[in-house]
């Protein structure tokens, strides 16, 4: 025994391999909720972008968008029209049929119930997914 040990008493047993197990098991569960939730982010089952759009009179303004999905698969895709002051001022909700093409170029026409500056796309949701991608 050595003089500490002696003068205070033995000390316990190391609590660190312990310690090192459970920070180690908390590690792989995080990282294998990362990965799980990368891969589900990754592969929505359908995306969508604003091709363009036309403000043709105070009132109405049309806009394209592009829609990929896959082919059994229905969408409703979310537009919002914004004035100046970035208020809503016109919305449309586009329903995109399960036997449609899974790439299409889809026309809209929003009407408004005062001038718009911009359209939005809130972005498409599925059946299944309903957070807009």
């Known amino acids: 025994m050595s003089d500490l040990d002696a003068r205070y008493g033995r000390s316990g047993r190391s609590r660190r391999p312990v310690v090192i197990g459970v920070v180690a098991v908390i590690v792989a ?10 891969f589900v982010q990754s592969t929505p089952p359908v995306t969508s972008r604003l091709i363009g759009f036309e403000i043709t009179s105070p009132t109405s303004v049309k806009a394209t968008i592009e829609v990929d999905k896959s082919e ?49 796309l809130i972005g498409c949701t599925t059946p299944d997914n309903p957070r807009p991608h």
């Open 29 to 38: 569960v995080g990282l294998a909720w990362l990965v799980w939730a990368a």
């Open 72 to 120: 059994s698969t229905e969408a409703s895709c979310r537009l919002q029209a914004k004035a100046a002051d970035f208020s809503i001022v016109g919305e449309l909700t586009i329903t995109v049929p399960a036997d449609s093409p899974r790439h299409q170029t889809v026309p809209a026409t929003l009407t408004t119930q005062r001038a718009a500056t911009s359209v939005v």
